[in-house]
């Protein structure tokens, strides 16, 4: 069973950037799928972005398509989201996934994956 922890969220004005980490422990990283949601306030957590488990796959949700870039290295086990041109509606709590029994693809159901880190605060003023 993999632990999963991230970091890098804080507070930011609007057009700027910041790149979120996802460290794992405890299971076999590679197996995994790997994810990112967001939850703002109010709403229902919703899928930001996903990486297969050889990393050559990537696929996002249209709002952050071109602003939003995720990565892994199963070397050090951790998965990052790198967030360009952040908005106000940027504004959420992250967190980082994982889906152990899926094949190697990229997969945006919530319900797929079993793992999720505590969550990083990322906050974008106006």
């Known amino acids: 069973q993999v632990q999963l922890v991230e970091s890098g969220g804080g507070l930011v004005q609007a057009g700027a950037s910041l790149r979120l980490s996802c460290a794992a422990s405890?299971?076999?990283?590679?197996?995994?799928?790997m994810a990112w949601f967001r939850q703002a306030p109010g709403k229902e957590r919703e899928f930001v972005g996903a990486?297969?488990?050889?990393?050559?796959?990537?696929y996002y949700t249209d709002s952050v398509k071109g602003r939003f870039t995720i990565s892994r290295d199963n070397a050090k086990n951790t998965v990052y989201l790198q967030m360009n041109n952040l908005t106000p509606e940027d504004t959420a709590v992250y967190y980082c996934?994982?889906?152990?029994?899926?094949?190697?693809?990229?997969?945006?159901?919530?319900?797929?994956?079993?793992?999720w880190g505590q969550g990083t605060q990322v906050t974008v003023s106006s």
């Open positions: 996934a994982g889906d152990p029994r899926s094949d190697d693809a990229v997969i945006t159901v919530i319900d797929a994956y079993d793992y």
């Open positions: 405890g299971g076999t990283f590679s197996r995994y799928v």
């Open positions: 990486i297969n488990k050889s990393g050559v796959r990537t």
